[in-house]
């Protein structure tokens, strides 16, 4: 499957990936826990500086950040034309931060890296019982596909403008489904047959 995941090394490549998961759970959850529009604000301009300070490796993720853009202006709007501005600020402030933070984990962390984070947070619940190897599988799987979904947009896009010289849009929607279910059995076949062994 595709990757975000950059070779253009940036700083954040050097942080250990438990410590970038763990920066992204505080400060996504400590965005939820206000709705003080000047604390957002710093937070949303914080993390655009974050981004911002990778270079060249958010080069991967510039259509993601475009969607991610258009989302948050298309909030804004909703929610002022519904006399809600400052929901709406909100909303899309909290979006933004979210967003760029998590693209940033993606573009710096490697899956295994992931995996193995995960699979040790989960350890301690293999003394209820449960098969932390499956759910931390699971979980990265998760990770992974809604990378892959993006990956697989932005080829069928940059294929569809060669071929016409226009964004693909809602036509892509039937071959991204195609592909990504294409995938998601190649990938199902294949951990079967490991787990068969």
Known sequence: MGSLYSEH????????????????????TAQYGTGN????????????LLFISLGRAVLPARKLVASVLLASLLIVAFHTCLHQA?????????????SLLGIALTLTTRSGDLLDVLERLLSPLQGLGFKTERLALQLA??????????VVWKRLDDAHRLRTGKAGGLRLLAPLT?????SARR??????MRMGE
């Open 86 to 98: 400052a929901l709406g600020w909100i909303s899309t402030l909290r979006l933004l931060s979210a």
């Open 178 to 182: 195609i592909q990504m279910l294409t």
């Open 141 to 150: 799987m998760m990770l992974r596909f809604t990378e892959h979904f993006f």
């Open 9 to 28: 090394r940036s700083w954040l490549h050097g942080v250990p990936a438990a410590v970038k998961l763990l920066l992204l759970a505080v400060l996504g």
């Open 187 to 192: 990938v199902a076949d294949t951990l079967e």
């Open 37 to 48: 529009l000047t604390v957002l604000a710093v937070g949303a301009v914080a993390s655009i």
